[in-house]
């Protein structure tokens, strides 16, 4: 009797575990841009054949479609076939999703990102970069469901055939579903009929519209004139700023600018400095930043009486040097001295 209680009490363990994982979901996305690099998830090893339906896991709500002819695969580094598909990530390192044509042509594997509100998002569109190479390249195309993935829209953005050995980027008006709340974009990779025909994904990106355009003008010594042109409905932005090189969290940021022109003071003169904008149409919702645009701050002005020997002047390889009121090079310099 007492080993039937602890046999039962056991499947009534595995039950409840198996209900309780069940349970578990990725939350839907509600705040924008959403990005994915793909450089945190499980790499396969090499598939020297096309991958299975159904053996590929992916992360953070993408999901392979099952009931289609093969899956994605999760990778680094080149692929396992010669003269197709990419020998890293976007930017040269990092993780990139693709499917691998040997010995499954003419067939068609899916995958899907997660669930979207995009209700909260004016001018929504999709970013990514795809890689297309190969002599025997097949089809990428994009599909959407407004009702979790039960229904399937025609494709919204399609290309077909050898694009060259890049990464390459692709935007897509998502405009036509700023009033859904339920939707999926879904990636669909075809092969053809060899097996130079390994089709990349990286570097996904759902956002609003962001700025163009961007100049400098107005430039002395201590401000200067930001300028750029807005792409949606947007009315805010925030800009970030810093000495030349900076990495973006780590600048000055603005926010809160109501115009589409920021003249940005306390800056220190003979100095280059980027800067970047994007727009915001709420705390969970804004682009992400254009930029960088670079430019450098005048000269300040030189108070009488002024001495200069040039004798503990270090070469600067013909960047800007500020003497006597003006900006001068070291060919100058030279010119003029010696």
């Known amino acids: 009797m007492t080993k039937r209680i602890s046999l039962i009490s056991k499947r009534l363990l595995s039950i409840i575990i198996f ?4 349970s578990i979901s990725f939350s839907q996305i509600t705040n924008y841009p959403h990005k994915t690099d793909f450089d945190s998830w499980t790499t396969n090893t090499a598939a020297y054949n096309c991958t299975s339906d159904g053996s590929v896991s992916l992360s953070d709500g993408w999901s392979n479609i099952t009931g289609d002819d093969f899956d994605w695969n999760v990778y680094s580094g080149a692929t396992a076939s010669s003269n197709t598909g990419p020998s890293n990530g976007y930017g040269g390192s990092g993780n ?43 089809t990428l195309s994009i599909e959407v469901s407004i009702d979790n993935g039960s229904n399937w829209s025609a494709s ?38 060899d097996f130079a025909g390994d089709i990349a994904i990286d570097q996904v990106v759902v956002e609003p519209a962001k700025p163009s355009g961007l100049s400098t003008s107005n430039i002395n010594s201590s401000s200067a004139t930001l300028n750029w042109t807005e792409n949606g409905s947007a009315t ?26 920021y003249t940005i ?36 002005s030189i108070t009488a009486p002024y001495t200069q020997d040039f004798d503990a002047a270090t070469p600067n390889n013909g960047n800007v040097v500020c003497e006597t009121g003006r900006q001068v090079t070291n060919q100058d310099l030279e010119t003029m001295f010696f």
């Open 19 to 22: 209900f309780s994982f069940s």
């Open 96 to 138: 990139y999703l693709y499917i691998e044509a040997s010995s499954c042509f003419s067939n068609t594997g899916r995958i899907s990102m997660p669930d979207m509100n995009l209700s909260v998002v004016s001018d929504p569109q999709l970013l990514f970069y795809y890689h297309m190479y190969g002599a025997n390249i097949g």
């Open 156 to 193: 919204i953005w399609t290309l077909s055939g050898d694009q060259g050995n890049a990464w390459n980027l692709a935007t897509v008006d998502l405009s036509a579903y700023t009033t859904d709340t339920d939707v999926r974009i879904r990636f669909s990779g075809s092969t053809a009929t």
């Open 236 to 261: 805010s932005w925030e800009i970030e700023y810093g000495i030349n090189g900076f990495s973006i969290g780590n600048g000055t940021v603005v926010t809160g600018i109501s115009a589409t022109q």
């Open 265 to 300: 003071t306390g800056l220190l003169s003979q100095t280059n400095y980027d800067w970047y904008v994007r727009s915001s149409y709420s705390s969970s919702v804004k682009s992400e930043y254009a930029g960088p645009v670079n430019f450098a701050t005048a000269c300040g």
